[in-house]
Structure formats: C-alpha cells, structure tokens
C-alpha cells in the first residue's frame, strides 16, 4: 500500500487518501461541498469498480506466469469494460469527471485507464475516454510514467 510520511512523521496510506491530502487548498480539490462529494463518488468508483478490474485484468495479462484463474480474469475482464462504459457515459457530455476542470478523481482514473490496452481493453469503443486522456495528458505539468 503506498504510503506518504509527513514532515512530522505521521504515515497517511492510500493512494486516493494521499491524492486528497495533497490536493487540499488546489484546484484539484473542490472548495464546493457538491463537487467535493462529487470527487469522493469517483474516487470510490475507482476503487470498488474500475481498479479491481482494469489493473488486475492488466498484471494478468502482463505476468501470465503470476497464476490466476481464468474464469476470475473474464469475469473482471467484463466488470472492467462495465467501468469503462460508466465512465465513457459520464465524459460524452463533459471535458472532466467534476465540475469541467482536472480533479484529483480524474488524476486517480486516469492512472488505470490510460493502460487498460495493456490488459486487453479495447478502448476503440471510448472516443470520450480517448480525448479526456488527451486532455489530461495535455495538462502542464504532466510527466509521462514509462518503463
């Protein structure tokens, strides 16, 4: 579990925890009570639907020799893509998860999605994913994870 140690040396775990810590007093981070909560929903959707699925289906497919059964991975593999239609649905009528600017929910969904090809996912399908990846790959600042 990742974990961010404070300068007092207080440990914070969880990686939507510690987006949220450091986003507090940003734009990241909604002032509004509404779109705060509105954060809080992505987030747990990224927890409790999309990265169960997308990122375990992704290490399946990546390490083959790591087990796994594979009535476990098509059934996630189904859940995944259940996700990815959830999502797709949402981003067809707006340029961010919340309130038409970068969130922390959409820094922590990006983070699954924009591999999902790498575990099978056809994003052929998503043309509102597509272009909200690009709009957050588009974002100043934005570095690039490669191996």
Request: aromatic fraction near 10%.
């Given at each position: 579990m990742p974990t961010l140690v404070l300068d007092d040396g207080r440990p914070l775990g969880e990686s939507?925890?510690?987006?949220?810590?450091?986003?507090?007093?940003?734009?990241?981070?909604?002032?509004?009570?509404?779109?705060?909560?509105?954060v809080l929903q992505w987030l747990f959707f990224e927890q409790y639907d999309h990265e169960p699925n997308l990122?375990?289906?992704?290490?399946?497919?990546?390490?083959?020799e790591a087990g796994g059964d594979?009535?476990?991975?098509?059934?996630?593999?189904?859940?995944?893509?259940?996700?990815l239609d959830a999502l797709e649905r949402h981003l067809a009528t707006r340029s961010f998860l919340v309130?038409?600017?970068?969130?922390v929910a959409d820094l922590a969904l990006y983070a699954y999605t924009h591999v999902a090809p790498e575990g099978g996912?056809?994003?052929g399908a998503y043309p509102a994913i597509r272009a909200w990846l690009g709009r957050v790959e588009a974002l100043p600042g934005y570095v690039a994870i490669t191996d």
């Open positions: 939507n925890a510690i987006l949220c810590y450091l986003a507090g007093g940003t734009p990241f981070l909604p002032d509004d009570p509404y779109e705060r909560a509105q990122a375990v289906v992704r290490f399946r497919t990546l390490h083959p594979p009535a476990d991975t098509e059934r996630r593999r189904g859940a995944g893509y259940a996700a309130g038409e600017r970068c969130s996912f056809d994003l």
